[in-house]
T-cell receptor, first 116, second 120 residues
Framework: AQTVTQSQPEMSVQEAETVTLSCTYD???????LFWYKQPPSRQMILVIR??????QNATENRFSVNFQKAAKSFSLKISDSQLGDAAMYFC?????????????FGTGTRLQVFP | GAVVSQHPSWVICKSGTSVKIECRSL??????MFWYRQFPKQSLMLMAT?????????EQGVEKDKFLINHASLTLSTLTVTSAHPEDSSFYIC????????????????FGPGTRLTVL
């Protein structure tokens, strides 16, 4: 069974600075997807970034980028130029590429605080 | 595009009553919907996977007779909490996935805003 681990329950960053959130996972599959979701106080889940395991290039979405290390099963999220609106819970998630078993498996989350 | 709604956004009920939560995909057809439960300060736990026109698949430990799921159309799935008790109080979130081919990204789930259930 696949597992996702987020070892940082809480992180904080100064506005405009950079912060990295860690995520590791365990799987025996070779093809899968990894996601970072943001859950602000409204509790609406928002997709931040997605990485396909077959792609070596790290995904980037504006200020958000990932460091995907497939051999190490590591998938960290870097937030550059942090903004007050980035404060939220961040969940790392795993999904099999098998369309028939594609449920999302979430980590326990990291609460990010952004200080002005 | 890819909007998912839930209704109601919050509900308070008495112990022993049943509550129905609706999940709708507003601008796409969802062959599969997922129901999650989230306790305060915890992660999302998948309760069941709902496929249109067939019975839902429940995760281990989830009582299917207590959490009834119906996915009668490509845009609507419902979760009914039967004989609710205070321990069922939680935040329930649904997500919807489009079909394999066409439309929007087939491998992405789109989340509803959630429903807060409080059982007195």
């Amino acid at each position: 069974a696949q597992t996702v681990t987020q070892s940082q329950p809480e992180m904080s960053v100064q506005e405009a600075e950079t912060v990295t959130l860690s995520c590791t996972y365990d799987t025996s599959e070779s093809d899968y997807y990894l996601f970072w979701y943001k859950q602000p106080p409204s509790r609406q889940m928002i997709l931040v970034i997605r990485q396909e395991a077959y792609k070596q290039q790290n995904a980037t979405e504006n200020r958000f980028s990932v460091n995907f290390q497939k051999a190490a099963k590591s998938f960290s999220l870097k937030i550059s130029d942090s903004q007050l609106g980035d404060a939220a819970m961040y969940f790392c998630a795993y999904r099999s590429a098998d369309f028939n078993t594609d449920k999302l498996i979430f980590g326990t989350g990291t609460r990010l605080q952004v200080f002005p | 595009g890819a909007v998912v709604s839930q209704h109601p956004s919050w509900v308070i009920c008495k112990s022993g009553t049943s509550v129905k939560i609706e999940c709708r995909s507003l601008d796409f057809q969802a062959t599969t919907m997922f129901w999650y439960r989230q306790f305060p300060k915890q992660s999302l736990m998948l309760m069941a996977t709902s496929n249109e026109g067939s019975k839902a698949t429940y995760e281990q430990g989830v009582e299917k007779d207590k959490f009834l799921i119906n996915h009668a159309s490509l845009t609507l799935s419902t979760l009914t909490v039967t004989s609710a008790h205070p321990e069922d109080s939680s935040f329930y979130i649904c997500s919807a996935r489009g079909p394999r081919a066409g439309q929007i990204s087939y491998n992405e789930q789109f989340f509803g805003p959630g429903t807060r259930l409080t059982v007195l």
